[in-house]
């Protein structure tokens, strides 16, 4: 059996390591790997291939940035031909960014089947790229392989058939557990003058948030007020990196930034922090496992289980809100949470015995 195995962007990375990891472990299959290269810094993009020891990219398609139409046509342009000369049983794809779904329905449209890894997840708001993506990538999927029970009411809600449906754990989770020891020798703390459970961890990216100055100079206002409390550091992504400069924010008192970090450093910073605040997707189920508190700064999320059994608090985007979530939370001490059911390092395994059938 032959799979081709998909990634594009920064969060794709940890998701696919352990697949390629556990796929290689077995003789009867054979994968390659296909970067879209919708990411393509050095630290955005090779850093993570280094340290997670991910293998070469068998084929790059070098696509790169552009509008959402330009991007995902520009990857099923360039992915056809991969697949026909190749001619996998399945294609796999990881998350919900536009390779994601690019290369799900390039590969349906010449009846290769696909499998979805982190299937199920709904923010219920169409207004977020990564929703889009998350639907229409399920909608054409013949496996769907799930980290939460809401992804499977969700799958159930929308038609799909229950044979179709499986509920694995979480790859990201693996990946954390599997490098946990190495990224505790990270140096990252010493190197920013930090100490463990002296700051808190900040990042920023949804488009929603930054890319509108109106919307974001007040948000990081009320950021900028939480740092005089409890030092922030903020590693920015490049997206963010314009909208900093627009609102003339590059430097303010307590607000460490740094350049977008490696795994390694980053998972020991997160694991080291007092609170995380993000309108990240991952991060939430990151902190999660670590048992570091998390403010989710967005109105909605597609991980409600990190809310119900975990350590994240849905604080929306009003900035006295956050301030003041931000402010109780470093107050009271940490509450009770718990890792949910098959976030135990094993799903890469449980995702590929089904494959392999
Ligand atoms: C993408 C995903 C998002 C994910 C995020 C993680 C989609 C729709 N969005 O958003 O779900 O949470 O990745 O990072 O797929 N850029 C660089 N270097 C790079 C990559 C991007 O400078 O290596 C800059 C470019 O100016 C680009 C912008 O960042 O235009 C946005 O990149 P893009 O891939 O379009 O979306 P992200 O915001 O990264």
Not at 73 to 99: I, K
Not at 199 to 223: E, I, K, S, W
Request: glycine letters at 8%; one cysteine or more; aromatic letters at 4%.
């Amino acid at each position: 059996m032959k799979i081709l195995a998909v990634v594009g962007a920064r969060p794709n990375f940890m998701k696919i390591a352990p697949l390629l990891h556990e796929m290689r472990s077995r003789p009867s299959l054979t994968s390659l790997l296909v970067h879209t290269g919708q990411h393509y810094d050095e630290k955005m993009s090779k850093l993570f291939f280094e340290q997670l020891h991910i293998p070469r990219p068998d084929v790059d398609l070098e696509v790169g940035s552009g509008s959402h139409a330009v991007q995902t046509a520009e990857v099923m342009r360039r992915f056809e031909p991969v697949l026909l000369e190749h001619r996998p049983d399945v294609v796999l794809v990881v998350g919900d960014v536009n390779s994601t779904l690019a290369c799900a329905l390039t590969a349906v449209k010449l009846g290769i089947e696909v499998a979805h890894v982190e299937a199920g997840l709904r923010s219920f708001d169409r207004t977020m790229p990564e929703e889009i993506n998350r639907l229409l990538t399920d909608a054409i999927s013949r496996w769907l392989f799930v980290t939460e029970p809401s992804g499977v009411t969700n799958l159930k809600r929308e038609g799909i058939p229950d044979e179709r449906i499986y509920l694995v754990g979480n790859v990201m989770i693996d990946t954390l557990l599997r490098c946990r020891d190495r990224a505790e020798e990270s140096g990252i703390l010493e190197q920013l003058g930090l100490r463990s459970g002296g700051y808190g961890v900040l990042t920023l990216h949804r488009p929603a948030n930054v890319d509108d100055p109106a919307q974001f100079a007040p948000l990081f206002a009320a950021l900028a007020r939480i740092a005089r409390r409890l030092p922030l550091v903020f590693p920015v992504h490049p997206r963010t990196r314009k909208s900093l400069a627009a609102i003339g924010a590059e430097t303010t008192p307590g607000v460490i930034l740094t350049e977008p970090l490696g795994y390694l450093d980053f998972m020991k910073l997160t694991a080291h922090a007092r609170l995380v605040l993000t309108d990240s997707g991952g991060i939430q189920e990151e902190t999660t496992v670590l048992g570091v508190p998390c403010l989710t700064l967005r109105a909605n999320t597609e991980r409600p289980i990190t809310c119900d059994e975990g350590t994240n608090q849905l604080v929306g985007l009003d900035p006295a809100a956050i301030e003041t979530a931000a402010l109780a939370t470093l107050e009271r001490p940490r509450g009770a949470s718990r890792v949910p059911a098959l976030w135990d390092g094993g799903a890469a395994k449980r995702i590929v015995d089904v494959l392999a059938g």
